[in-house]
């Protein structure tokens, strides 16, 4: 029999904090310009384990969705039900952290919600569209608000999104400090970005009778498909966001989100029209 000797002997464990599950999905291709979207580009790459370190005492485990979310509405409808049902893992995620392109953007942010209707101008790669006679059947007015937000206190994901990127305050400049340019947006607009932020919330609207938790996250990032140092600072970018996202939870908590809150397409309604903006 061999010598073991080399083997390293493993620490005792220690109580700890308790491992945080997130499920990330990015999407597919959508125009022939964009053939590889940076959105499955970053999610493809997120490592499986986030170790407890001092800066981050709490272990994520992150499962990435297997493939890319094919861009079509009659996809996502069937999709999203499997991915968040109890039965779908043997560890239901405690955060889901969806990712899509903006390609006319320069810069990444976290969605604040997403609408029910508006989805019957843009087709998707099947030429379909999702017509609001469609929305009323699967989402109705009598249960489902127009429009859900996220859980997450966004104004405190920022501040540690950028702390755990390296800026020197949370308020500090993208441009004096060199990082990337992160910010919060209002909606996630009115093609699939937006589809599938308002299908996984509406899962947990559900689910918690319109009280209880929302733990869902919509990122846009920018297309980064053109040069492996950008797509390396949108995966660090994501990572942060990820940190970010289960620090906030641990400290702040996530609610049941706010539909009181105006919020306003912020430019991703051009984006949707565009076919730029997945």
Request: hydrophobic share 35%; proline share 8%; glycine share 10%.
């Amino acid at each position: 029999m061999a010598n073991a000797s080399y083997a390293a002997r493993q620490p005792p464990a220690v109580e700890g904090e308790k491992p945080v599950h997130v499920l990330v999905t990015g999407f597919g291709s959508f125009l022939d310009k964009y053939p590889k979207n940076s959105s499955w580009e970053i999610a493809s790459t997120l490592p499986a384990l986030i170790p407890a370190s001092p800066g981050n005492p709490t272990p994520i485990h992150i499962r990435v969705h297997h493939e890319p979310i094919r861009v079509a509405y009659e996809n996502v409808v069937n999709t999203v039900p499997r991915l968040l049902s109890p039965d779908s893992s043997a560890f239901p995620p405690d955060i889901v952290l969806h990712i899509g392109l903006a390609a006319s953007r320069s810069f990444y942010a976290i969605e604040q919600g997403a609408h029910s209707r508006g989805y019957g101008k843009t087709a998707d790669v099947n030429g379909d569209l999702f017509l609001d006679a469609a929305a009323q059947d699967l989402f109705p007015k009598e249960t489902y608000p127009e429009m859900l937000s996220t859980g997450f206190d966004t104004a405190d994901v920022l501040s540690r999104w950028r702390t755990s990127l390296g800026y020197s305050t949370p308020s500090g400049s993208p441009s004096i400090e060199e990082l990337p340019d992160i910010r919060i947006n209002p909606d996630a607009g009115n093609f699939l970005c937006g589809f599938i932020y308002y299908n996984s919330l509406a899962h947990y609207h559900a689910q918690n009778g319109g009280d209880g938790e929302r733990p869902v996250v919509f990122m846009h990032v920018p297309d980064l498909s053109g040069s492996e140092e950008k797509l390396r600072e949108g995966w660090e970018v994501a990572v942060a966001l990820i940190k970010a996202l289960v620090e906030s939870m641990r400290k702040v908590g996530v609610s049941g989100g706010g539909e009181g809150k105006e919020a306003g397409l912020g430019g991703q309604e051009d984006d949707a029209r565009n076919n730029t903006a997945v």
